[in-house]
T-cell receptor
């Protein structure tokens, strides 16, 4: 079955430290992949997306993600975390001909000051 | 301003009392979708619509209905709500399934 997996339910980092949130996908073909962020009481906001081409994609708020076909991964990174980055992060994927976007279960990020 | 508007934001109701959660978008998007969010389960798709009068089931459609009579509106109907439908609901829209979704701010539903 086509799926997206986020292995980490909770992650805590110190402000100023680097961050990596993991996302693994299982699709027959190269999927379209997205990272969304959900701040408390808000809807989801798109951080970045990967369709094809350059495997390192830049997003908003200083985030980036790298598509690695060999590892079936699309991990989200940020060099230096700010306290305002505390939120829940969702990875999502869909195939080019598909009509169903699948979300991971989310990773809750806590930032310690 | 481009947005997806859901109403109401909060709703408390009793078992069996029909309710409708409205969703409207002003971006001329063809694709609209409803999700429910539950702790530890992420977002699960309830129904989606590829265009006017075209709707289909998602992963968890039981107990829900939708309609898409106009491009901008995609209401979610609970004919006979039950406590297991207590959840946070999101409407989203986009130009297509491979385009980024725009989300509403959510509707927190409690069924007692």
């Amino acid at each position: 079955a086509q799926s997206v997996t986020q292995p980490d339910i909770h992650i805590t980092v110190s402000e100023g430290a680097s961050l990596e949130l993991r996302c693994n996908y299982s699709y027959g073909a190269t999927p379209y992949l997205f990272w969304y962020v959900q701040s408390p009481g808000q809807g989801l906001q798109l951080l970045l997306k990967y369709f094809s081409g350059d495997t390192l994609v830049q997003g908003i708020k200083g985030f980036e993600a790298e598509f690695k076909r060999s590892q079936s991964s699309f991990n989200l990174r940020k060099p230096s975390v700010h306290w305002s980055d505390a939120a829940e992060y969702f990875c999502a994927g869909v195939t080019g001909g598909g009509n169903k976007l699948t979300f991971g279960t989310g990773t809750q990020l806590k930032v310690e000051l | 301003e481009a947005q997806v508007t859901q109403n109401p934001r909060y709703l408390i109701t009793v078992t069996g009392k029909k309710l409708t959660v409205t969703c409207s978008q002003n971006m001329n998007h063809e694709y609209m979708s409803w999700y429910r969010q539950d702790p530890g389960l992420g977002l699960r798709q309830i129904y989606y619509s590829m265009n006017v009068e075209v709707t289909d089931k998602g992963d968890v459609p039981e107990g829900y209905k939708v309609s898409r009579k106009e491009k901008r509106n995609f209401p979610l109907i609970l004919e006979s709500p039950s406590p297991n439908q207590t959840s946070l609901y999101f409407c989203a829209s986009s130009f297509g399934t491979t385009s980024p979704l725009h989300f509403g701010n959510g509707t927190r539903l409690t069924v007692t």
